[in-house]
């Protein structure tokens, strides 16, 4: 199965093509359990494309008949985003592969981000840069929550960061696993406790994040160190917290 943004409809041909190519075209840029490489489509597009694994047992029967798939799942999510103001790579096409009755590989395709940078440069050592991000990521995360969409794993390698035109601009990618409807101080607080920083850096975003949803910035101190300390001081996790 395969479907694909309207806008991007004349590159249906090579879309199509994908499956068959992958594995031996493109730039790798992530592999692990899951592939991501970038492509140049013949229009001269920046496509980056996400390969999830084939899932496991009775979960390849799952993703085929009860449950909507990772790829297309980040698919519908990014264009719900994009929708709503909240910076995403533009979603092109998702394409599902099905074997032995089940869910085998599927594809997210998306236009390739102009942003340089991810959050995750930050994780195991402080830089001045870091602190210049923080207002700006603080505001950005509470216009996602005020238009009532709540990222799962908002965490360091899942958000990327730029200056453009003088100007800090975020994306939010891995955007299978998000939930819609109203976001809670408490939901919102616990929603970035996967980041890593000094102490002072959340102290900081939660006064800029208090402001732009008008809530209380002591109350959303408390529950940001709070859900913060319980993930990081959990086992090794606390290996990669650094004050």
Not at 36 to 52: E, G, L, M, Q
Not at 92 to 102: H, L, N, Q
Not at 165 to 175: A, C, I, L, N, P
Request: overall charge positive.
């Amino acid at each position: 199965m395969i479907v694909i943004n309207p806008t991007y409809e004349s590159l249906r041909g090579w879309i199509e093509t994908l499956p068959a190519i992958f594995a031996q075209q493109g730039e790798v840029i992530y592999d692990e359990r899951n592939q991501i490489r970038s492509f140049t489509a013949p229009d001269d597009t920046k496509v980056c494309v996400k390969r999830f694994h084939v899932p496991r047992f009775l979960n390849k029967y799952i993703y085929h008949y009860l449950r909507d798939s990772k790829a297309k799942r980040a698919y519908l999510n990014g264009l719900y985003l994009i929708a709503h103001q909240v910076g995403t790579p533009e979603p092109i096409a998702y394409i599902e592969e099905y074997s032995g009755g089940g869910l085998g590989f599927s594809y997210l395709v998306t236009k390739m981000s102009t942003l340089k940078h991810l959050h995750r440069e930050f994780t195991y050592a402080y830089t001045p840069a870091l602190d210049a991000t923080i207002r700006p990521l603080a505001r950005f995360t509470a216009h996602m929550h005020e238009e009532g969409i709540l990222h799962l794993d908002f965490s360091p390698g899942n958000i990327l960061w730029d200056i453009e035109d003088g100007k800090y601009r975020f994306e939010v990618v891995d955007t299978n696993r998000m939930v819609f409807g109203r976001v809670s101080m408490k939901e919102g607080c616990r929603s970035i406790r996967r980041l890593c920083a000094r102490s002072s850096f959340f102290d900081e975003f939660a006064d800029e994040y208090a402001q732009a949803r008008h809530m209380d910035p002591t109350q959303c101190r408390y529950w940001i160190h709070y859900y913060r300390d319980r993930f990081w001081h959990n086992g090794k996790k606390a290996n990669y917290r650094y004050d």
